[in-house]
């Protein structure tokens, strides 16, 4: 049994339209972490997130971590090809940095 | 450049052999960590040290076996290895009492057992 739970797994859009990736758990997390993959490249850190309610932007990417630090939703607007990637999020559970991540969304934009 | 470096990165063998993966950082951070991400993209963490002290040992076969050196080096070594090791092994780093500035990765060591 996965502690986050992404969706959706799969996201196939047009350049210029929007989506949200949503991340949920029943488990409190002390930060919660996004971070995008390219193939053939480890994951890297978009972002991080610790207060309950917090919103984030960078560009035209927008991340919210739940008021109860459960749950965390990254929106983008206006995608576009190079938002194309692996979108993983992961949350922080312990004072020994052990960061357990969720399945991914896989995200195709095409022009 | 700063980073998190990951030697080989391509990896065959033949079942039943033993290999070794090689991970350095010179970010100065003071933990590092094993993940395997499988078939399906999930990544799982399998070991973490910290200033060279075993801190995170996940439920793995002890057919692996981690060892840092000092800080900035963690190498994994695995014995009489199987189909099911096929994997992409991920090596990261952090500082510990800055968590929640995230990880850095290197960029994997794709494995895989023929």
């Known amino acids: 049994t996965q502690l986050l739970e992404q969706s959706p797994q799969f996201l196939s859009i047009q350049e210029g339209e929007n989506l949200t990736v949503y991340c949920n758990s029943s488990?409190?997390?002390?930060?919660l972490q996004w971070y995008r993959q390219e193939p053939g490249e480890g994951p890297v850190l978009l972002v991080t997130?610790?207060?309950?309610?917090e919103v984030k932007k960078l560009k035209r990417l927008t991340f919210q971590f739940g008021d109860a630090r459960k749950d965390s939703s990254l929106h983008i607007t206006a995608a576009q090809p190079g938002d194309t990637g692996l979108y993983l999020c992961?949350?922080?559970?312990?004072?020994?940095?052990?960061?357990?991540f969720g399945a991914g969304t896989q995200v195709v934009v095409t022009p | 450049d700063t980073a998190v470096s990951q030697t080989p990165k391509y990896l065959v063998t033949q079942m039943g052999n033993d290999k070794s993966i090689k991970c350095e950082q010179n970010?100065?951070?003071?933990?590092m960590y094993w993940y395997k991400q499988d078939s399906k993209k999930f990544l799982k963490i399998m070991f973490s040290y910290n200033n060279k002290e075993l801190i995170i040992n996940e439920t793995v076969p002890n057919r692996f076996s981690p060892k840092s050196p000092d800080k900035a080096h963690l190498n994994l070594h695995i014995n009489s290895l199987e189909l099911g090791d096929s994997a992409v092994y991920f090596c990261?780093?952090?500082?510990?009492?800055?968590?929640?500035?995230?990880?850095?990765f290197g960029s994997g060591t794709r494995l895989t057992v023929v």
């Open positions: 992961a949350g922080l559970t312990d004072s020994w940095g052990k960061l357990q």
């Open positions: 997130v610790v207060t309950g309610g």
């Open positions: 970010l100065g951070h003071d933990t």
């Open positions: 488990s409190v997390f002390s930060s």
């Open positions: 990261a780093s952090s500082q510990l009492t800055q968590r929640n500035y995230g990880y850095t």
